[in-house]
């Protein structure tokens, strides 16, 4: 494992695939079992730019308070910045490239403080900057990584980060031939990430998946956590199987706990964690069906199903990041998502708490 340190810094959330056009041939229908999702109306729709091919979004607060949404966009291998209260295209950093500052098709995102973390499929390798310039401040994971997808990171002393991304390179002259069993042990791998004054320090913890039984990942893209509840949901979007998510230990161990794979119609796609509280809260999982997305809610901590939503719009969906914060638009905070590759767009979560009557605290 190498790590190339470019300069000193120090700013999170995740996600990722990619579909390209809406089409019932290739996109599946909603299940049965979600017909009764509610509509829930889009705050804002930022400006179309299907050039971009957008992929997954985080989120970072400036120093005058006002959010600010990055995404990745893997076609002109680039990251683009939103106001989050607007959705105003603000500007874009990148170029297709191996030097610090370019990408190779950028997938996942996340942030921590000032620092931003972008995997990149074909570099491969995780590389990190520094917000507001998105100054490049290191690279690692180029000697494991072969075709990172998601990302996840838990802070766990000050300044020290488990870094969880997920690894799906795949076989075949079309690159769709999923691994043998005897490497799918490979699809997460974990690094000890330490901040300090002269930079950011990478060291590999291994890697984990289940090789047989129900927890095995085959085709992996999606993965978060919770820090409280010590787990990750990790999607698995095999449809020759059965697309879902599995719950592991932060320790890389499957907890024998999986979603129910009829819950989703299309592939498990952005994974949120919407925190109310300490211990309380839900999952927001997307489901990549025609012809709006729908965004599944589930209990934190039983995993239990709590309802569904969609948007007026909003569809063919990869990544998505929610920001539990007040804003000054959204004082019960925001889910941010990726509208067919080629806009962001914003629900407000007070909205979607009422609409599928959840706890107060999350309107809050």
């Keep these: 494992m190498t790590l190339r340190q470019t300069c000193i810094a120090i700013p999170l959330l995740v996600l990722l695939a990619g579909c390209a056009s809406l089409d019932s041939t290739t996109h599946p229908q909603a299940p049965s079992s979600t017909a009764a999702a509610i509509e829930v109306a889009e705050a804002f729709i930022s400006e179309a730019r299907p050039e971009d091919e957008l992929d997954s979004l985080a989120t970072w607060i400036d120093e005058g308070g006002g959010t600010r949404v990055i995404a990745t966009a893997k076609t002109t291998h680039r990251l683009v910045l939103f106001d989050g209260d607007s959705g105003e295209r603000l500007d874009a950093y990148g170029g297709r490239g191996d030097a610090p500052g370019a990408f190779r098709r950028p997938n996942g995102i996340a942030t921590f403080g000032d620092l931003v973390f972008v995997t990149e499929r074909d570099a491969p390798r995780v590389q990190v900057l520094r917000m507001p310039t998105l100054a490049p401040v290191a690279t690692f994971g180029e000697r494991e990584l072969r075709s990172p997808y998601g990302i996840w990171l838990h802070e766990t002393a000050p300044d020290v980060l488990d870094v969880y991304v997920t690894d799906s390179f795949m076989y075949g002259a079309d690159h769709t031939r999923v691994p043998t069993p005897d ?5 997460v791998r974990r ?144 889910l941010y998502a990726v509208h067919d590759d080629q806009a962001m767009t914003a629900f407000d979560l007070g909205q979607v708490a009422r609409a599928l009557g959840l706890a107060a605290a999350c309107m809050e």
Excluded: K, M
Aim: net charge negative.
């Design 183 to 187: 490497e799918l042990d490979q699809r």
């Design 191 to 334: 690094y000890r990430v330490e901040l300090d004054e002269d930079g950011v320090h990478a060291s590999a913890l291994g890697h984990f998946g289940q090789t047989d039984g129900p927890g095995v990942l085959h085709i992996v893209e999606s993965i978060a956590g919770d820090p409280v509840q010590g787990t990750l949901l990790i999607a698995d979007e095999d449809r020759r199987a059965a697309p879902t998510l599995h719950e592991y230990a932060l320790d890389g161990t499957f907890t024998g706990r999986s979603l129910p794979a009829a819950h989703f119609g299309g592939e498990p796609e952005g994974i949120a964690l919407w925190t109310c509280g300490l211990d309380a809260g839900y999952w927001v999982a997307v489901d990549q069906v025609v012809p709006r997305t729908l965004f599944h809610v589930f209990e934190r901590d039983s995993l239990a199903p709590r309802g569904s939503f969609h948007g007026r719009t909003t569809a063919n969906t990869d990544g998505i990041a929610l920001h539990a914060a007040a804003t000054p638009r959204f004082p019960a905070g925001v």
